[in-house]
């Protein structure tokens, strides 16, 4: 018996971690990262929960990755805290894997590079067949996986992009050559795009739309995309030598990434095209073109301290150009983004971004047509949606019925869900529990529902702490000190808090066969009832009780 687990990134776009479980071995299928929701205050990120995979270490024999996304080896610093284990993927990816065990001083890994056009990646008694096909980042992977048990094509992101600007296009002559290996029991594939008809455009446009903004710059012109999107970048790069501009890379992610890719060939540019600060800084802006990271305004990213006037560096000014070469799609970045942006006008800035649809921006996922292509080549005989959420599995599920399938061929999972195949036959499996895990500073998995509700609480209605001096058996001996923040101003609101004071005492003292713990539990349930009625509000109470 095989068991496909979907750990995670089911139905939040982002965290990808599937599972391949037989009874002797164990694969994962990337390692994503998530991103906290506006309900996760001082949460950093979100990573999967490893506990099944560290439960079942001794047959882990593998992680495969599809491509250099943040959400598909993101986690990896965090899972090699408790395991180890051979990453296999392609040259690109392995790259930026090199970079992100680096920033997080991970030294023991072995990275195994395979060539997506003509390798067979054999473990255990699996074989993983990789095939190009084209992304938002070069060396994007689907694979053909067979095991005696089944055969699968696993497709985590896609479209069926033929002029694919990184010159890396789905590659159809190989991935239908492998489907035709055999007959394939389960698709696995990406559905963030069921919604859209028709095929995904591809990027080659965006150069000639950048460019036609760029050049009726007369100052400093900047840009921004995903720190992987190598293709986009290599367009930047090509307006800048049209416009006979330098090009100056700002923010580590950016330089790291364009480097790596530069010595793969993948990104191409003149000796002295691309330039330091140090030596831009005796330039005329008007010479430059700043690709900067931070595309969705992240706070602390670069683009975030060049709008908010905080970077040491660099200072836009009034007639500047910035370019936002990203749509606000991962959970929860359209504020951020949108809140750089505001400033970046409000300075008097040329802005271009999503809402003022210049073309400066296509989706990595495949339309309805892309998917509906990918069910032609696989044929399968079941269907597992992923990469979406739980709208796009809907629709993912109403196009495989369109195609002539059946409903009861698709199994949606939601994360911790398996599906069980057994001599190529499908049903659904035993779940996996499962829970977010946070990252916050140095903090993995150490808060959870209730920190983050009374974070909440505490931003929006504020604290009273109240102090309150008892005898050893519960009897109040004073009246009782409120000290607020957060929820009134105390100079204004000295009335309400003298007069929450006085009616807390008498209550208090009405109160027989009492002990600390008992006057903690009174004063927090009368004063959330006073406050409540009063102002209309429910701050956080917070009692101490010192005996004497």
Not at 146 to 170: A, L, T
Not at 439 to 463: A, F, P, Q, S, Y
Not at 482 to 496: A, D, N, P, Q, Y
Request: with cysteine.
């Amino acid at each position: 018996m095989l068991r496909f687990i979907a750990l995670s990134g089911t139905i939040g776009v982002t965290e990808n971690l599937n599972v391949y479980e037989t009874e002797k071995d164990l694969i994962l299928l990337d390692c994503g990262i998530g991103f906290p929701d506006l309900e996760m205050p001082g949460v950093d990120l979100v990573i999967p929960d490893f506990s099944y995979v560290v439960k079942n270490k001794h047959k882990l024999k593998a992680i495969v990755l599809s491509q250099g996304h943040e959400d598909h080896i993101g986690s990896l610093p965090f899972l090699f805290r408790s395991v180890n284990a051979p990453i296999y993927c392609a040259p690109l990816v392995s790259e930026f894997v090199k970079l992100k065990f680096d920033d997080y001083g991970v030294k023991n890994y072995t990275i195994n590079v395979f060539n997506p056009e003509n390798t067979v990646v054999k473990i255990g008694d699996f074989a993983f067949y990789p095939f190009r096909v084209a992304h938002s980042v070069p060396d994007t992977c689907g694979f053909l996986v067979e095991h005696p048990e089944g055969r699968f094509m696993h497709v985590p992101e896609h479209k069926i992009d033929q002029k694919s600007v990184d010159g890396m296009p789905f590659d159809l002559i190989r991935a239908r050559e492998l489907a035709k290996r055999g007959k394939i029991d389960c698709l696995i594939s990406d559905c963030l795009g069921a919604n859209n008809p028709g095929f995904a455009p591809d990027s080659v446009a965006i150069e000639e739309n950048i460019y036609k903004i760029a050049k009726d710059a007369k100052q400093a012109i900047y840009m921004t995309a995903m720190s992987s999107a190598i293709g986009r970048f290599q367009q930047m790069i090509n307006v800048a030598g049209r416009l006979n501009r330098k090009v100056v890379l700002i923010g580590r992610s950016i330089q790291e990434k364009v480097n790596a890719a530069h010595l793969l060939g993948y990104i191409k540019f003149l000796p002295n095209q691309v330039i330091d600060y140090k030596k831009a800084s005796k330039m005329s802006p008007s010479h430059l073109v700043y690709i900067v990271a931070g595309c969705y305004g992240q706070v602390g990213s670069s683009v975030y301290r060049i709008a908010t006037d905080v970077d040491n560096r660099l200072t836009v000014v009034e007639g500047d150009t910035f370019v936002f070469s990203a749509n606000p799609a991962p959970p929860y970045s359209k504020e951020s983004q949108d809140f750089v942006i505001d400033e970046l006008v409000d300075k008097g800035v040329d802005v271009h971004y999503y809402d003022l649809n210049e073309g400066l921006h296509v989706s990595g996922h495949g339309y309805k047509e892309d998917i509906k292509m990918l069910f032609d080549i696989a044929k399968p005989s079941c269907f597992i949606p992923t990469g979406g959420t739980i709208k796009h599995m809907h629709s993912y599920e109403k196009l495989v019925i369109e195609t002539g399938r059946k409903k009861d061929q698709v199994f949606k999972l939601k994360p911790g869900e398996s599906v069980e195949f057994t001599n190529g036959k499908a049903r659904r499996g035993q779940k996996v529990r499962v829970k977010e895990v946070m990252v916050h500073g140095l903090g993995i998995g150490d808060i959870g529902k209730t920190v983050l509700e009374h974070r909440t609480l505490l931003g929006k209605e504020g604290m009273v702490v109240v102090a309150i001096k008892a005898s050893k058996k519960g009897r109040v001996l004073s009246k009782p000190q409120i000290v607020t923040r957060g929820f009134v101003f105390e100079g204004i609101s000295s009335g309400l808090l003298n007069d929450a004071v006085q009616r807390l005492s008498k209550y208090l003292n009405t109160l027989r066969n009492t002990d600390s713990k008992k006057l903690k539990q009174e004063t927090i349930k009368y004063l959330e009832a006073h406050f409540y009625q009063t102002t209309g509000r429910s701050p956080m109470i917070i009692p101490i009780v010192v005996e004497v």
